[in-house]
Nanobody, 122 residues
Framework: QVQLVESGGALVQAGGSLKLSCVAS????????MYWVRQPTGKELEWVST????????YYADSVKGRFTMSRDNGKNTVYLQMNNLKPEDTAMYYC???????????????RGQGTQVIVSS
């Protein structure tokens, strides 16, 4: 089990960039697939991206492909989400999540953080 703490959310204008971070505490971080998911106010949780244990493969939702980049540094127990060309529809609470079982896209996780708010103004 890992505990996850996100940071980096902010208010940004459309077209701008943000980089989210998620620091994990606990054991065996490098054995977990990691995910970013988001939830706009009043809407359901939406999968955003996935990264494999070693960081060599990433998967992205169509809505963010080409604009967002997920990465991880296992030496720092941290995953990142670089978000470029942000759009108002990217406004949401962003969460990182972990899964020992893995998989390109899943709706259940071993752990999820408390989230960091991203607001994109038009």
């Amino acid at each position: 089990q890992v505990q996850l703490v996100e940071s980096g959310g902010a208010l940004v204008q459309a077209g701008g960039s943000l980089k989210l971070s998620c620091v994990a505490s606990g054991n065996f971080f490098e054995k977990y697939w990691m995910y970013w998911v988001r939830q706009p106010t009043g809407k359901e949780l939406e999968w955003v991206s996935t990264i494999t244990t070693g960081g060599g493969v990433q998967y992205y939702a169509d809505s963010v492909k080409g604009r967002f980049t997920m990465s991880r540094d296992n030496g720092k127990n941290t995953v990142y989400l670089q978000m470029n060309n942000l759009k108002p529809e990217d406004t949401a609470m962003y969460y990182c999540a972990s899964s020992f079982a893995g998989g390109a896209r899943r709706s259940d996780y071993n752990d999820r953080g408390q989230g960091t708010q991203v607001i994109v103004s038009s």
